[in-house]
């Protein structure tokens, strides 16, 4: 399941655990920006781009030690 939001610190902050499994965040407001909400309570910024019509995610760090304003800035 992904769903498509602006991402602030309330927002985020609000997420619920899911039970099992893992749902994706999609960043209004940077494309290719990327939250990862898994099971284990785990929130992990990604940047997913296409190389070489291949889509790549990569790990940029976790949600709050990383701040909303880093991660797009990583981007």
Not at 52 to 60: D, E, G, L, Q
Request: proline content about 3%.
């Amino acid at each position: 399941m992904s769903i498509i939001l602006l991402f602030t610190k309330a927002v985020l902050n609000k997420m619920v655990i899911p039970k099992e499994g893992r749902y994706i965040l999609k960043d209004l407001k940077k494309r290719g920006l990327i939250l990862i909400v898994s099971y284990g309570g785990s929130m992990t910024f990604y940047l997913e781009k296409k190389i070489k019509n291949v889509s790549v995610r990569i790990k940029t760090g976790g949600f709050p030690d990383l701040s909303i304003a880093y991660a797009r800035k990583k981007r």
